[in-house]
C-alpha cells in the first residue's frame, strides 16, 4: 500500500499493512519512493502519513480508545 509523508510530499511503500491497521503501533515500517534505486525500510511513524489523495488516515487505525472519545 502506497501512503504518502506529510513532511517529505513523498510516497512511502507500507511493508505490513497490519501493522498500519493496527491502534497500538505507533510507528510502521516502510520503504520511501524515489529514484531508480530501493531504498532501505526505515520507520515512519503513522500521525505523519496521509492517504494519496491527502485524507487523513481513518481514526481507528490510530486510536485504540477512538470509540470512547
Do not use: H, R, T
Amino acid at each position: 500500500m502506497l501512503l504518502k509523508s506529510q513532511k517529505a510530499d513523498g510516497l512511502i511503500q507500507i511493508q505490513e499493512v497490519n501493522e498500519l491497521i493496527d491502534p497500538f503501533k505507533e510507528e510502521i515500517m516502510g520503504q520511501v519512493q524515489a529514484g531508480q534505486n530501493e531504498q532501505p525500510p526505515e520507520p515512519f511513524k503513522k500521525s505523519d502519513l496521509v492517504f494519496p489523495s491527502g485524507e487523513k488516515l481513518p481514526q481507528c487505525w490510530m486510536d485504540s480508545n477512538y470509540k470512547s472519545k
